[in-house]
């Protein structure tokens, strides 16, 4: 993603605009699910760790120091190893 449309899209999440969100999942959901599915081996389980991952990033956090896709990617994984060693997650309200 070229460096002005990454600091467009973080600037909408910082703002909490909906279209930002929709735009990075547009971008990157399909990878974060794929990745999931493949650490987890359990659909409904892959689809759970995403929506966490969104709903963090929809709630609270648009990461400064790392291209979104790699911060994504490194909180699917979070969330699969928490997944997995039947760690149970908060829900962000």
């Known amino acids: 993603m070229p460096v002005l449309r990454e600091r467009?899209?973080?600037a909408m999440l910082r703002r909490?605009?909906?279209d930002g969100l929709v735009e990075l999942y547009d971008r990157h959901g399909g990878s974060c699910l794929a990745l999931a599915g493949e650490l987890v081996?359990?659909?409904?389980?892959?689809?759970?760790?995403?929506?966490?991952?969104y709903l963090r990033v929809r709630r609270q956090f648009v990461p400064r120091h790392?291209?979104?896709r790699t911060w994504l990617r490194e909180e699917t994984r979070l969330m699969?190893?928490?997944?997995?060693a039947g760690v149970p997650r908060l829900r962000l309200s």
Do not use: D
């Open 66 to 68: 790392l291209p979104l």
């Open 8 to 10: 467009r899209l973080r």
């Open 16 to 18: 909490g605009e909906v």
């Open 41 to 53: 081996g359990e659909p409904p389980a892959a689809h759970e760790i995403v929506f966490e991952v």
């Open 80 to 84: 699969a190893r928490l997944h997995s």
